[in-house]
């Protein structure tokens, strides 16, 4: 069982918006910035988001960002084929001392 | 632009001992962290652990007993020794590099990554 929560898929129609959630706790969400990370199948991933809402450069502003207590959410719009993807979120937890990712968002677009 | 670029053996019997190697090109080594992550097949990414720029160290607790992660900071490598495998093990393993605009884990978030290598336990 992963320390954060992700709903396992989500599907979305192309030009569609999408909210991916996922929640944890006051020792890692709470207290830490959280990154997403995008992974097309078979490959590895790719960073999407950092400190909450921070999009590296290359990444479209389809894409955003944004915290709330001990939950996060990511939005794409403009919904595209590509985006088809496991989405996944990432912190540090205070407690545990170590790295923890959610579960991850299969993503379907169709 | 910064590569990772990853090496080991694939294919381990159980008792075995994983050993893989990143190697980075096109960017600095320094001020950065490395870390090592792993993926089971059909499953969610787990991390292994770290080391820091000064060769400092943290690894997931489950695994602490089993792994070591060293810097090698003239050749640009960093690399992972995981004892006694077990088919548990078997797994995607990527290198990645770890930034922090604070310096703190707080703010971490792994920036590139490698491509991974397969690594099969079985006997």
């Known amino acids: 069982q992963s320390v954060l929560t992700q709903p396992p898929s989500l599907s979305a129609a192309p030009g569609q918006k999408v909210i991916i959630s996922c929640s944890g706790s006051s020792s890692n969400i709470g207290n830490n910035y959280v990154s997403w990370y995008q992974q097309l199948p078979g490959t590895a991933p790719k960073l999407l988001m950092f400190e909450n809402n921070q999009r590296p450069s290359g990444i479209p502003d389809r894409f955003s960002g944004s915290k709330s207590g001990t939950s996060v959410t990511l939005g794409i719009t403009g919904l595209q084929i590509e985006d088809e993807a496991n989405y996944y979120c990432?912190?540090?937890?205070?407690?545990?001392?170590?790295?923890?990712f959610g579960g991850g968002t299969m993503l379907t677009v169709l | 632009q910064v590569q990772l670029h990853q090496w080991g053996v694939g294919l381990l019997k159980p008792s075995e001992t994983l050993s893989l190697t990143c190697g980075v090109s096109g960017g600095s080594f320094n001020s950065y962290s490395w870390t090592w992550i792993r993926q089971a097949p059909g499953k969610e990414l787990e991390w292994i652990g770290e080391?820091?720029?000064?060769?400092?160290?943290l690894c997931k607790s489950s695994l602490k007993s089993r792994v070591t992660i060293s810097l090698d900071t003239p050749k640009k490598q960093m690399s992972l020794r995981l004892t006694s495998v077990t088919a548990a093990d078997t797994a995607v393993y990527y290198c990645?590099?770890?930034?922090?605009?604070?310096?703190?884990?707080?703010?971490?978030?792994?920036?590139?990554w490698g491509k991974g290598t397969t690594v099969t336990v079985s006997s």
């Open positions: 990432e912190t540090w937890d205070d407690s545990l001392r170590a790295v923890v």
């Open positions: 080391v820091n720029d000064d060769g400092g160290t």
């Open positions: 990645a590099r770890t930034a922090s605009s604070g310096g703190s884990h707080s703010d971490a978030y792994m920036d590139v």
